[in-house]
């Protein structure tokens, strides 16, 4: 798995297995047509660390961006996200860490919120780098540097916007933030690394 920290302005990778303390410990989920059975296999690192820290491991899922941008049918996303939340929590019974947060997306496609998340996709297709572009290409294009701008707002990047420009509510902002994902991660990471030192 791949870690991302978030330290005040700075993201930067974690190595795999290197302990790191952080405030909040979240992983998020996008929403497909289908639910795989793995989808409790890749809460299980964020769940596992949130319990060395003592702290309760946080999850989002990105209902709204899925049915607009992928497509899904509105009932059957809701079905599925019921499903992961089961699947999710029925880890965490298991190592011993229940008390699993779950983070509410606000509307993606409110106007100025989806209107700052076009600009934020436009910049990165002028900056982003040839692996950057060739994963966007080999998906959706534009929607693909969409999902991408959009995970930063979902993930409260430290960007210099106003906090509802940010998807997903938090009660507080985390001063260290660990996001815990596998390897289509890393390509996120990086676009939200040249984002960052646009915004």
Known sequence: MNN?????RLVKPVKEGQPYDASNVCTGFGVGMSVPWRAAAYALPAIQEAGRQEISPEFYFAERFSTEIGN???????????VMKLLISSASELVKNPNVQWLEEQDPFEA??????????DQLSKIADEQIMRFAENRDGDDSLLYMAAHALYMWDPLDIEPNKFIVERPIIPNK??????PAEKIFY???QALMGKF
């Open 4 to 8: 991302l920290v978030n330290k005040e």
């Open 72 to 82: 899904l049918p509105p009932q059957q996303a809701k079905q599925n996200v019921q």
């Open 112 to 121: 100025d919120r989806f209107l700052f998340m076009a600009m934020m996709a």
């Open 177 to 182: 933030l660990l996001m815990v994902g596998g």
């Open 190 to 192: 990086r676009a939200r």
